[in-house]
């Protein structure tokens, strides 16, 4: 029996997700005593593959035909790995891919699906999974009722940690023909060398009270010295100062940095649900009441036009220093 | 075309989340409830614009009890022909989803479209397993859809960026951000969706493959700290040193 993580790649890199997938899905093994074993497509280098083998994994199974992300595709993929290794648990991440493709792996096998789980399951009555719920206002304990379990995890709720080991990579291709959607283009959302937002580690985020696009520069430049991400609020998405896939929160982007500054934002309830998860917040706002700041760990009352410029100064020298 | 619209209640996005029943049961003691976000500006409006180019239907589909019935209104004040409501709790997704399906199946629709996720629940499910059980495509977190004849072409979010594809109908869609603007109904709207035909069906037996059993609320931040704006160095000292972040 095994405990199966789909691993999913970008550029024929493994995503950050992935890896905490792979991760979950060991250490839920190591408590039903089976082994964790990846499935994955695509481009990723058969060492990248072997060094699955240090989160966990022992065996990695690769369609390296597959190549896009079509979700009825990679449903039958994961299928296929479930009957062939007699898998119980399936774990993906929570992210666009594993949004596209656990509710139709759990629909196809009727196997019931917990998605944005932020924690191991309890095994000890049942099998229960808590679950992020409420936008991150609350958590919901998800009883799973079927034989087969599916888990999507929230991308940095569980981490990932590296030991040893290598896994073997087996080449594993089931027939997966859909043909009903037809790819025509991708387009990639961030630059060459920029961080994805939904990988980034850190974040940094701007709001109206930036006052125009043209005063982003300076949050460029903050972002470029933490090695962090941008983000922004709603408003300056919808005023176009700033790419629609920036936009956190509610009806946006939700993420679970290490690290989210924001500056200029006024912390309202549907921006928060996008940030809420989040292990470190800062807020820089000119107005000591902002409601940001109830939610925030550090604070800075003041001027963004001259704390911001500071702060891209003590970063450079941090920087330079470590 | 002819189009079903996915359409669930949600509490309002400012609401303060609280549990009752020893943190068992969610709290809707004076809560208002609105048409999910994502179904109402994204899935709802770009069916009515499909409708208004190019003729056709929009019919809402809800899953649930009387309480729906409000929230079924506003989406019919927005503008659907008419109101489909299945007669059970929702007590699932794979349950809710399975009600979709079957009812879609035996009025055979062009298109099934939903929201990208609940607000509350935040399952990103129901879409994709409606499309499972159907057999159909499934296009999810689609940002973009346009028509020639029955091939839709549709842009729609991934790992990394956007994709555009090429689907002919019947297929599932889910909804985000994108796709239409949101639409404040008017005092015709308000009146003519008193008089559109609510249907109520009894659902078809199906599984619940999960179950919450409790809730619980995030513990509570400790205290801001905060540092003078004079010194923001300062700020990047905590986060190396304290917060052990940088
Ligand atoms: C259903 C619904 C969904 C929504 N979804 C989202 C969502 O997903 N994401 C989202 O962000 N919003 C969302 N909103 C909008 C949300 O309610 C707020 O209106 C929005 O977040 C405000 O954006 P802001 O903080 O940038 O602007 P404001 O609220 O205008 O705040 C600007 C802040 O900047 C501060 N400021 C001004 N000048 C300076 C300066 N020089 N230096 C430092 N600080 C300064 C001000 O004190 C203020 O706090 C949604 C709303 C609704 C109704
Ligand atoms: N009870 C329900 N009745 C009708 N549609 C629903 C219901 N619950 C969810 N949906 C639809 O499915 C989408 C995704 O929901 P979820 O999987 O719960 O995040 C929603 O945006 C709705 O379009």
New interface residues.
């Given amino acids: 029996m095994a405990v199966l993580a789909f691993v ?1 790649t ?2 024929g890199s493994i ?1 950050k997700s992935s890896y905490e997938a792979v991760h979950y899905a060991a250490k839920v093994a190591e408590k039903t005593g089976e082994s964790a074993v990846a499935v994955t497509y695509g481009d990723a280098s058969n060492d990248d593959l072997k060094a699955l083998g240090k989160f966990g994994a022992s065996k990695v199974l690769v369609h390296k035909e597959q190549k ?2 079509n ?2 595709a990679l ?1 039958t993929l994961m299928q296929e790995a479930v009957a062939a290794e007699g898998a119980d648990v399936v774990v993906f991440a ?4 594993g ?6 792996l ?3 096998l ?7 789980a932020v924690d191991y399951p309890d095994t000890d009555n049942g099998f ?1 999974v ?17 034989e087969k379990k599916i888990i999507s995890i929230l991308p940095n709720s569980v981490g990932k940690e590296a030991g040893e080991g290598e896994a073997e990579v087996v080449e594993f291709t089931p027939a997966l023909g ?1 043909t ?11 630059g060459d060398g920029e961080i ?1 937002l ?2 980034a ?2 974040v940094v985020s701007a709001g109206r009270g930036l006052k125009g696009p043209e005063n982003w520069q300076m949050v460029l430049d903050l972002a470029k010295e ?1 090695g962090a991400a941008t983000a922004c609020s709603r408003p300056v998405a919808d005023m176009e100062w700033r790419p ?1 896939h920036e ?1 956190v929160g ?3 982007v939700a993420i679970r940095p ?2 989210y500054i924001a500056i200029g934002i006024s912390g309202a ?2 921006h928060l ?1 996008g940030v ?1 998860g989040s ?2 917040i ?2 820089i706002n000119t107005d000591e009441e902002a409601p940001f ?11 963004a036009f ?2 911001v410029p ?2 891209v100064e ?2 450079k ?2 920087k330079a220093a ?1 | 075309m002819k189009i079903l619209v996915a359409i669930s209640k949600v509490p309002d996005t400012t609401t303060k989340i609280k549990f009752t029943a020893e943190n068992k049961e969610f709290d809707n003691s004076g809560v208002q409830f609105i048409v999910n976000p994502y179904d109402e500006w994204y899935a709802l409006v770009r069916a009515l614009e499909i409708k208004e180019a190019g003729g056709g239907t929009v019919t809402t589909i809800t899953v649930g009890k009387e309480d729906n019935d409000p929230v079924i209104r506003k989406a019919l004040a927005v503008g659907a022909d008419d109101a489909v409501r299945v007669n059970a709790e929702p007590t699932d997704a794979y349950f809710v989803a399975a009600q979709i399906a079957d009812y879609a199946k035996k009025n055979d629709y062009d298109m099934v479209l939903t929201g990208k996720e609940t607000i509350d629940y935040n399952g990103s499910q129901v879409g994709g397993m409606v499309a499972e059980i159907m057999d159909l495509p499934y296009i999810s977190n689609a940002s973009k859809m346009d028509f020639e004849g029955n091939k839709a072409t549709i842009i729609r979010d991934i790992q990394g960026g956007k994709e555009k594809l090429e689907v002919e109908t019947p297929f599932v869609l889910s909804a985000a951000k994108g796709m239409a603007e949101q639409r404040i109904p008017n005092m015709r709207g308000i009146m003519a969706a008193k008089r559109k035909k609510l249907t109520v069906v009894e659902p078809e037996s199906a599984d619940a493959l999960t179950e919450v059993v409790s809730y619980a609320l995030p513990p509570e931040k400790g205290q801001v700290k905060m540092i003078d704006a004079d010194n923001p160095e300062e700020l990047i000292n905590l986060l190396h040193n304290e917060a052990k972040i940088i």
Avoid: C, W
């Avoid at chain 1, 929570?94 to 891919?97: E, G, H, L, P, R």
């Avoid at chain 1, 949004?99 to 139709?104: G, S």
């Avoid at chain 1, 009727?110 to 944005?116: D, F, W």
């Avoid at chain 1, 700041?293 to 001027?303: H, L, N, S, T």
């Fill in positions: 999913d970008l550029e995503t896009d992300m979700p009825r449903t929570q992210d666009f891919t949004k596209a493709v656990a509710p139709l759990s629909a196809r009727k196997a019931g699906l917990v998605s944005g229960v808590k679950k992020s719920a409420f936008s991150g206002k609350a958590f919901a304990m998800y009883s799973i009722k079927t859909d009903r959607i037809k790819v025509l283009e991708v387009e990639k959302e961030s994805p939904t990988e580690d850190l933490l629609h936009h509610q009806t946006g290490n690290l309830i549907q649900a809420n292990k470190v800062v807020v700041f109830k939610a925030a760990d550090y604070g800075i009352v003041g001027d001259e704390v500071k702060l003590a970063a020298a941090h470590n």
